[in-house]
């Protein structure tokens, strides 16, 4: 059975939405960003290396959620390093920024990941080794 003959599980829909709203997320801290690029940048060169990078960020999750929503294995490594990236990111907002944008973004970050690592998920990417007669 091929992927692509697999019915799309819940786990995988979600997983990719979450992505895309992730995506969303770092679109508009990239416009944030834009905005005071252009009105409040006290070191311009830092400034455009900040938001560069945002948009980079935010165009890889887009590429990695459309690649996924098509069922391509290629695709679950980098988003679950994603989601890894976003822990991270989480627990040092929760040491020294808002905390519960902290605990928000691990609580995603993580849910995510298990959505992707889930078996449903595993077996409509096409990396499930059970044969046809053991699945349920």
Known sequence: ???AD????WTLLWAVRLLYV????????????????????HDLGVAISLTVLALLGCLAIFFV??????HSARARGPAVVIQLFLIATGG?????????????????AAGTALLCLLPATTRAL?????SPSQQR
């Not at 679109?27 to 005071?36: D, G, N, R, S």
């Not at 096409?126 to 059970?130: A, R």
């Open 22 to 41: 992730q995506a969303a997320a770092l679109a508009a801290l990239t416009t944030y960003l834009i905005v005071l690029d252009l009105t409040d940048a």
């Open 92 to 108: 040092f907002l929760l040491s020294v920024g808002p905390r519960w944008l902290g605990g928000l973004m691990m609580a995603v």
């Open 6 to 9: 697999c019915a799309t599980p």
């Open 1 to 3: 059975m091929t992927p």
């Open 126 to 130: 096409g990396l499930s080794t059970d």
């Open 65 to 70: 959620a459309r690649v996924l929503g098509r």
